[in-house]
């Protein structure tokens, strides 16, 4: 049995004797429907068979080649063993039904999957992201139930006949579960039931939440008495430290090796990197990890080119010279092992990730890449946990099905640089999201610049950017190549570091908050960045709202991505019943509400909700080494609501498996107009600090656990 099925199926064991009221039954047309007495909750209308996936049509009077049950209360599995080469299914909803999932990259910058017809594969170069390609065979209907077909086969899905929602993939045997939420409108339990069906995200490391700085070509763009790719790291090294500017790690993209294209020869150009493994141990002493890039990609007369063609390990028809290098099969055991075995020289020299490229640009067969991707992404892996042990090392990757989301992070590809970028990197977070990759960065400013402009991005871009990446779940920066803020001549420098070093560090405040909830998505699957129906599944007005989000359920963020400083934000009706703003702690925004907000670049709509919780402060040190006898600081914020009796808050202490959970829970009086916060050992000093109408309440953190008490208090909501 699987273990994510074995997980699945245990924890049902788990709860109380549970009678499900759903039934699944073969319709005269030979679909399926879920009914729940005479209520039909789901109707997969066709289940298809074909021997091409354009002419599959309704497979009828073949039953014997279907089985169908429910295998929890909630989850219907649904199996198909045939002859023909393509199986697949159609579900029918009212036509207002909308649908969420599939692929990170969001089609004409929403969220649903409106009028999308597309394969389960890279998007390639597209309107405001190139390559945004996390993706997986999985997806939600606000008609309330997911559906997740399991395989790695390339298939396509098609929505654009509306309230209809169809996939079809190249196999003759095909299983997808039907799955409902656990209580109605709860879409984050229909996540956490795919998830354990799939995989679960892996928890990062802290360093790799960032704030991280990479180079974009660090082989040139030397200022000063730089003279090589070491030298410039370093000048960033000093530049973060003199503007105290926090980081917690550093990655060099391609160029860094020898060789074509500078990788395949699996090493450090010694003209640029003299000493690698000293250069890597410094970076470390000045708390930075360090990562590479890498791809499945064999450039041509590199080593690993030469030893890919002479062992037949190459997918053929790929032009080595024009197309920069076809991809290993890594289907093959000896190119796997060949391939692992070589990369294992990074880890070795100090490593501590992987920046992971390409796998979707024709450098393999299309119906190969999900196959592949997943294989690579798994040899990545296992080169870094052999060297570092789980969760003390970062991979990501732009191009992941879901059954890796336990192997990589996510970031989203190359991101225009402009406010169309900028509003596509927002959508796709969400999405990101909506599918469970949810320690996902984008590259704050975007990565590809507009043809002919001297300025891409423009300091607003970035400024507004970088807010953005504040409340993202990881803060990447790129440098170099006139994209160094110190640096640049496009730039008033002195504003732009200023933007940097105010979200940067307040991200790294952020870190107890988000790493907080990276534990809780490795357990549940929930994504950090949340679309806002799975916090106020109620409201029909969020649906379509592609540039807002919650961040966690006590943030509601709300990014400026178009120019003027200036946007419209709502105010959906979920748990929360009022919005107050989270800077300047004055203003009370009521569900249902709107506002039109207007803020210069150092600031950014932000709103938080009755009841929050949220743990920030300084837990981990990174390049902070101008704070002399630094020790870990928290401070608790608490948001009291007399109409919130409680709230409660798992704090992750700790890193990677050695942490755990440790709750927080704040409890209201009305009668006494009284307060407590109660929480276990934090594994840090600091303080709970109570925001009231009267102002601020500090309370000090007890170690070990304690609480704290207010009598007599008047809210703030």
Do not use: C
């Given at each position: 049995m699987a273990m994510g099925l074995y997980l699945l199926l245990l924890s049902f064991s788990l709860l109380p004797p549970v009678f499900s009221t759903y039934h699944i039954?073969?319709?005269?047309?030979?679909?399926?429907?879920?009914?729940?007495?005479?209520?039909?909750i789901v109707n997969n209308s066709v289940i298809l068979a074909g021997s091409q996936n354009t002419t599959a049509s309704a497979l009828r009077n073949n039953t014997q080649q279907l089985s169908y049950s429910f295998i929890t209360p909630t989850v219907a599995k649904v199996q198909l063993n045939t002859t023909y080469p393509f199986l697949g299914a159609r579900f029918t909803t009212a036509t207002s039904s909308h649908f969420y999932g599939v692929w990170e990259y969001p089609f004409s910058a929403q969220i649903t999957n409106k009028n999308v017809s597309f394969d389960l594969k890279g998007v390639g170069n597209a309107e405001g992201i190139n390559w945004s390609n996390a993706r997986a065979p999985?997806?939600?209907?606000?008609?309330?139930?997911?559906?997740?077909?399991?395989?790695?086969?390339?298939?396509s899905y098609d929505f654009k006949t509306p309230g209809e929602a169809q996939f079809i993939f190249n196999t003759s045997n095909l299983s997808y579960y039907i799955i409902l939420p656990k209580s109605e409108g709860d879409y984050k339990s229909i996540i956490e039931q795919y998830t354990a069906l799939s995989a679960r995200p892996g928890m990062p490391p802290t360093s790799g939440l960032g704030p991280t700085f990479w180079s974009d070509d660090f082989e040139q763009d030397f200022h000063g008495t730089v003279s090589n790719a070491q030298e410039n790291f370093y000048d960033v090294v000093n530049h973060l430290y003199y503007n105290q500017i926090r980081a917690t790690s550093m990655f060099a993209d391609r160029p860094y090796g020898t060789g074509n294209r500078s990788f395949g020869n699996f090493d450090f150009d010694p003209k640029f990197y003299p000493d690698p493994e000293g250069f890597i141990a410094n970076l470390s002493d000045w708390g930075f990890d360090f990562q590479v890039w890498i791809a499945n990609r064999a450039f041509f007369k590199t080593e690993l080119f030469n030893t890919s063609q002479t062992n037949n390990w190459l997918f053929p028809g790929v032009d080595p010279v024009q197309f920069l290098g076809p991809a290993l099969n890594l289907s093959i055991p000896a190119a796997y092992d060949y391939f692992k075995k070589s990369l294992e020289y990074f880890p070795s020299v100090g490593v501590k990730g992987y920046k992971i490229d390409?796998?979707?640009?024709?450098?393999?067969?299309?119906?190969?890449?999900?196959?592949?991707?997943?294989?690579?992404?798994?040899?990545?892996?296992?080169?870094?946990?052999?060297?570092?042990?789980?969760?003390?090392?970062?991979?990501?990757?732009?191009?992941?099905?879901d059954r890796s989301r336990a192997r990589t992070a996510i970031w989203n590809g190359d991101s225009h640089a402009n406010f169309t970028g900028l509003a596509y990197s927002v959508a796709s977070g969400i999405r990101s999201g909506i599918i469970s990759f949810p320690i996902w960065g984008s590259d704050t400013g975007g990565y590809t610049r507009e043809t002919g402009s001297t300025q891409s991005p423009t300091e607003e871009v970035w400024a507004r950017w970088m807010w953005f990446s504040a409340f993202s779940p990881v803060y990447e920066f790129m440098?170099?190549?006139?994209?160094?803020?110190?640096?640049?001549?496009?730039?008033?420098?002195?504003?732009?570091?200023?933007?940097?070093?105010?979200?940067?560090?307040?991200?790294?405040?952020?870190?107890?908050?988000?790493?907080?909830?990276?534990?809780?998505?490795?357990?549940?699957?929930?994504?950090?960045?949340?679309?806002?129906?799975?916090?106020?599944?109620?409201?029909?007005?969020?649906?379509?709202?592609?540039?807002?989000?919650?961040?966690?359920?006590?943030?509601?963020?709300?990014?400026?991505?178009?120019?003027?400083?200036t946007r419209t934000v709502y105010f959906p009706a979920g748990g929360s019943k009022k919005y107050l703003e989270y800077f300047g702690k004055k203003d009370i925004h009521a569900v249902g509400d709107t506002a039109r907000v207007t803020l210069s670049v150092s600031s950014s709509p932000v709103y938080v909700t009755q009841g929050a919780i949220i743990p920030r402060g300084d837990v981990y040190q990174g390049n902070a080494r101008w704070i002399d006898n630094w020790s870990p600081k928290l401070t608790v914020e608490v948001f009291p609501s007399f109409e919130v009796k409680e709230s409660r808050f798992t704090y992750f202490k700790g890193e990677g498996a050695d942490g755990e959970g440790v709750e927080i829970k704040m409890t209201t009086n009305t009668s006494g107009k009284s307060l407590k916060v109660t929480y276990g050992d934090l594994g840090a000093t600091g303080t709970v600090r109570v925001y009231l109408k009267s102002g601020v309440k500090d309370v000090e953190l007890q170690e070990g656990g304690g609480e704290a008490k207010l009598d007599g208090v008047e809210c703030l909501f």
């Open positions: 039954t073969l319709t005269k047309s030979y679909g399926l429907a879920i009914t729940d007495g005479n209520r039909t999985f997806f939600i209907t606000s008609a309330g139930y997911g559906v997740y077909a399991d395989t790695l086969g390339m298939g390409r796998g979707e640009e024709e450098e393999m067969p299309v119906w190969e890449q999900n196959f592949q991707m997943t294989l690579f992404l798994q040899l990545a892996y296992d080169t870094m946990i052999k060297r570092w042990g789980k969760s003390n090392f970062y991979n990501f990757a732009r191009s992941a099905v440098l170099g190549t006139n994209h160094t803020p110190w640096y640049s001549p496009y730039t008033n420098s002195t504003q732009t570091v200023d933007v940097l070093k105010q979200t940067a560090n307040l991200h790294s405040e952020l870190i107890p908050y988000i790493k907080s909830y990276a534990y809780a998505a490795s357990k549940s699957g929930a994504p950090i960045m949340r679309a806002l129906f799975l916090e106020a599944p109620q409201d029909k007005n969020t649906w379509e709202i592609n540039d807002q989000y919650f961040f966690g359920a006590e943030f509601l963020v709300a990014p400026i991505v178009s120019s003027g400083g």
